[in-house]
């Protein structure tokens, strides 16, 4: 199989106005040299409200990052007041979508029912889901936690075919190491991300495990980022926080 193109995703959360928006894309374009973007792909992943000016920048420049959103709802249109549909999201040319973000589990309740809902809603709409899963600091502690990774993409996973599936992103994003500066040693993310490969491998088969993404996220900075995408199974980071920042993200998709 080609080789995994690594891939790291900026994911703003809910930062930056538009104009702070423009402001950041602008930074990370000169701080990014564009030889770079040959051997990673760079997106990020603004609030809805800055998509439209992002794109523009974008497309406008011919930079070479892509950009997406954080999340979708599961229908295609009609009396969800709200939320933001895949055609609406396709349209302003989003290439990817966060789906089931611990935040959005956590803070919003969405269920695994509802997780895999907005993956075939993005798959619909041409998007690619960057698909979240991660477990708590009680189940960390309790030894489960390959079980509920494993287990959270499957569910995720319902009913997706397998040519959706080969083009997926899968972020691994301990839900103890998010924003709270503290990071998974790289054995540790390693060992979860082999384990979502092989579950992908389990139902789709190793060619399409070989081909699918598997990101680490949690608190992944410049100084950090090196040894964890130096293993295996590790093709990329999510990055919330440091993403914020046009030099420490720009200096981190260099390494990586
Ligand atoms: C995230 O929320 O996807 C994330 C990884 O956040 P941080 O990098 O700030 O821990």
């Not at 790291?8 to 973007?37: D, R, S, T």
């Not at 598997?214 to 090196?226: E, P, Q």
């Amino acid at each position: 199989p080609a080789p995994r193109r690594p891939f790291i995703a900026g994911n703003w959360k809910m930062n930056c106005n538009h104009l702070e928006a423009l402001a950041l894309v602008q930074k990370l374009a000169f701080a990014l040299p564009e030889k770079y973007y040959d051997k990673v792909e760079v997106a990020v992943l603004p609030p809805f409200t800055d998509i439209r000016s992002v794109q523009t920048l974008i497309d406008g420049d011919k930079l070479l990052m892509v950009h997406g959103a954080q999340d979708i709802s599961p229908h295609d249109s009609g009396a969800y007041t709200g939320d933001v549909s895949g055609a609406m999201l396709a349209k302003l040319s989003c290439s990817y979508v966060v789906v089931g973000h611990s935040e959005r589990r956590e803070i919003h309740g969405e269920d695994d029912a509802l997780v895999n809902a907005k993956v075939h809603a993005a798959i619909r709409h041409g998007i690619v889901p960057i698909l979240c899963v991660g477990e708590g600091l009680a189940v960390r502690e309790a030894g489960e936690h390959v079980a509920h990774c494993t287990r959270q993409v499957t569910a995720a996973l319902e009913k997706v075919q397998s040519q959706h599936a080969q083009t997926l992103v899968i972020a691994y994003e301990p839900v103890w190491a998010i924003g709270t500066g503290r990071v998974a040693s790289a054995a540790d993310a390693q060992e979860v991300c082999a384990s979502i490969r092989e579950a992908v491998a389990a139902k789709y088969g190793q060619a399409i495990a070989a081909s699918v993404r598997v990101l680490y996220g949690g608190s992944v900075k410049a100084k950090n980022v090196g040894e964890i995408v130096a293993e295996r199974d590790v093709d990329g980071a999510l990055v919330g926080g440091a993403s914020l920042d046009a030099d420490e993200f720009a200096q981190l998709c260099a390494i990586a």
